[in-house]
Nanobody
Framework: QVQLVESGGGLVQAGGSLRLSCVAS????????LGWFRQAPGKEREFVGVISRSGGSTYYLDSVKGRFTISRDSAKNTVYLQMNSLKPEDTAVYYC??????????????????WGKGTLVTVSS
């Protein structure tokens, strides 16, 4: 079992930055790739990005490339989502996820093994 707890959401103006954190617990956290999804009101859950077990590889949704960065601190069992140049369309609940497999493509929500409860990010125009 892996437990994921997100934090860092909030209200920010367009063009601003936020950093989300996700603390993972469980004996085998290091065996999982960690990712982020988001869900905007009235929309389906959407893949944002993923980081490999080692932290050496990442893959992102096209619309966030160059603005969002995922990093991982294995000593703290924490994954981060640094979000810069935020846009109103980035408004969503952001979920931390864990998956057994890392590959460089858009994940489907059903492929993720564990989910956090989410943290709300609101970007005002």
């Amino acid at each position: 079992q892996v437990q994921l707890v997100e934090s860092g959401g909030g209200l920010v103006q367009a063009g601003g930055s936020l950093r989300l954190s996700c603390v993972a617990s469980g004996r085998t956290v290091g065996s999982y790739a960690l990712g982020w999804f988001r869900q905007a009101p009235g929309k389906e859950r959407e893949f944002v990005g993923v980081i490999s077990r080692s932290g050496g590889s990442t893959y992102y949704l096209d619309s966030v490339k160059g603005r969002f960065t995922i990093s991982r601190d294995s000593a703290k069992n924490t994954v981060y989502l640094q979000m810069n140049s935020l846009k109103p369309e980035d408004t969503a609940v952001y979920y931390c996820t864990a998956t057994t497999y890392y590959y460089e493509t858009y994940y489907q929500a059903r492929e993720m093994d564990y989910w956090g409860k989410g943290t709300l990010v609101t970007v005002s125009s």
